[in-house]
């Protein structure tokens, strides 16, 4: 366990510990995976450094001449589903942070901290991967860098975060009108169950969309597949099949076969492998027909059930234009 505990209260004092401990200390937000990884001895770290802290690192930003969203390191899972503009226009993570535990562990954990752990099994990295992912990595000697997720993630728990570095922000694809997506879970329970396999799936038609999308062609797809493969799994093959096309029956159906071969799941105490492949098929032709028909959204509160309100700090802001996350 831990003896040292610092809380800088700015970034850069954060990454000026960080450069004088290296791979001795590790950051702290909401420590829902760290704790126990300390606890368990998975990390040896004897420094914690806590920005929870540390100001203006909780935001959520639009960029809409982009089209990408900006998570500060500090947004919770909470704060996400309490999110309008992230419910609106990144609607496969909103419901993966809704998944996630239960409301104390979502008033607590990160985004950034779920993706640092780097589980296969963790909800929100597969969303974020359909949703076109990149995080920013700072250090105080080298500066920013931005990577894809096919960069950062590198194997069960391994990414290319240096450990000098923190993650400083999370990037992902704001959604158009002309696009639509979501994201399924299948777990032992209904709630606060680690996932067998999740699926987010993000569709781009030729216009934009009001309730059904049967007779619209899909000009754009990404199948991301979680708890399947050492990381996450992009069925690439399944979401060419869907490109040129509307969604109908068949098209469903042959893209649900083919993303089942561009899993690798294992056998483990929760599920066998067979389980898992067969699952992945079920869940992406469920996927892909709440897209047909627009009932994605059903089922999702119109205001999210939080313990609090996202503490103060935790904001959207259009580029020029700030509002607060209610």
Request: proline share 5%; net charge neutral.
């Amino acid at each position: 366990m831990w003896h040292t505990y610092y809380q800088p209260t700015t970034l850069s004092d954060a990454l000026a510990l960080l450069a004088q401990y290296g791979a001795e200390a590790r950051v702290i937000a909401g420590g829902t995976d760290l704790i126990l990884e300390l606890e368990r001895g998975v990390r040896r770290q004897e420094i914690l450094i806590d920005i929870t802290r540390v100001g203006a690192i909780d935001s959520v930003v639009l960029d809409e001449a982009a089209g990408e969203i900006s998570l500060g390191p500090l947004v919770t899972h909470a704060a996400v589903t309490a999110s309008p503009l992230l419910v609106q226009r990144a609607f496969p993570l909103a419901r993966a942070c809704w998944e996630v535990g239960a409301p104390q562990i979502r008033n607590r954990g990160t985004v950034a901290g779920n993706l640092i752990t780097a589980s296969p099994a963790n909800d929100t990295i597969s969303p974020l991967w359909a949703l076109d992912g990149a995080v920013t990595l700072t250090s105080q000697a080298r500066g920013e860098r931005r990577l894809s997720f096919d960069q950062f993630f590198r194997g069960v728990r391994r990414t290319a975060l240096e450990p000098d570095e923190m993650l400083t922000a999370v990037h992902l694809r704001a959604l158009p009108d002309t696009a639509r997506g979501t994201f399924i879970k299948l777990g032992l329970r209904r709630a606060q169950a680690i996932s067998l396999v999740n699926a987010a799936v993000v569709l781009d038609f030729d216009s934009a969309l009001l309730g059904p999308v049967s007779d619209r062609v899909v000009t754009g797809a990404r199948i991301a597949l979680g708890s399947v493969a050492p990381t996450i799994v992009r069925a690439t093959d399944a979401e060419a099949s869907l490109i040129g096309q509307p969604l109908s029956d068949r098209a469903i159906i042959a893209a649900a076969e083919l993303a089942v071969q561009a899993a690798h799941p294992i056998d483990d105490l929760r599920a066998s492998a067979d389980y898992r492949a067969s699952m992945i098929g079920v869940l992406v032709e469920r996927a892909l027909r709440q897209l047909r028909t627009g009932t994605e959204r059903d089922g999702w509160p119109a205001t999210p059930v939080l313990l609090r309100s996202p503490v103060i700090g935790e904001r959207s802001s259009v580029i020029g234009q700030q509002s607060s996350v209610t």
